[in-house]
C-alpha cells in the first residue's frame, strides 16, 4: 500500500487551480458558444431586445473564472491511496475510486505526480505529492507505474 497524505504546497496549488481554470474556462466558453449562436441568429432577424438574453450566458461564463478560486481550499488537504489495484482519492469531502488499469499516464512535475486516466474517468483529485508520501516509498510508486511515466519539466512558479 502506498498512502499519499497531508497539506499540498502552494506551489501545488497553484498548480491545481491553473487546471481548474483551465476546465472551467473551457466549461464556460462551450456553454457560451451553444446559447450565444441561436441567441444572435434569432435577434438579428427579429427584435433587437433579444440580445439582452446574451447577458446570461456571459455572466455564466464570468462565474466559471471564480468558481476555481473558491474550490481550491478543498484541494489544500488530501489524502490518496493505492492497495491492489484500487486508486482512492479524498479531497475535501469528496471520495473517489479509480482502478488501476484505468490509469493513461503519471506526469512526473519533478515535486507531485499528475495521475491522468482514461475518459470518462478523469479527475484533477490526483496529484500526488512527493513530500506527502506516508506509507510505501517514492520507488515502489515508480516500479508501479514504471511504463507510464512521463517526466516533465519543473511546474511554473
Known amino acids: 500500500m502506498i498512502v499519499f497524505y497531508g497539506a499540498t504546497s502552494q506551489k ?9 481554470m483551465k476546465i472551467f ?15 444572435i441568429l434569432i435577434a438579428r432577424n427579429n427584435h433587437p431586445i433579444i440580445y439582452l438574453y446574451c447577458l446570461g450566458p456571459l455572466f455564466q461564463l464570468v462565474l466559471f ?14 489524502r490518496i491511496e493505492i492497495s491492489e489495484d484500487i486508486f482512492s482519492s479524498k479531497v475535501g469531502h469528496k471520495y473517489e475510486f479509480r482502478e488501476l488499469s484505468k490509469v493513461k499516464i503519471v506526469k512526473d512535475w519533478g515535486e507531485w505526480y499528475e495521475i491522468i486516466f482514461f475518459f470518462p474517468h478523469k479527475s484533477i483529485g490526483y496529484i500526488c505529492q512527493k513530500d506527502l508520501i506516508v506509507e510505501g516509498t517514492i520507488e515502489e510508486f515508480e516500479k508501479l507505474f514504471e511504463d507510464k511515466i512521463v517526466r516533465k519539466s519543473q511546474a511554473k512558479d
Do not use: D, H, V
Request: proline share 5%.
Open 65 to 78: 473564472c471564480f468558481i476555481p478560486k473558491m474550490s481550491i481550499k478543498m484541494y489544500s488537504y488530501n
Open 25 to 39: 474556462f473551457f466549461a464556460g466558453l462551450t456553454t457560451l458558444l451553444i446559447f450565444e449562436i441561436p441567441i
Open 12 to 20: 501545488c496549488r497553484q498548480f491545481i487551480y491553473n487546471k481548474l
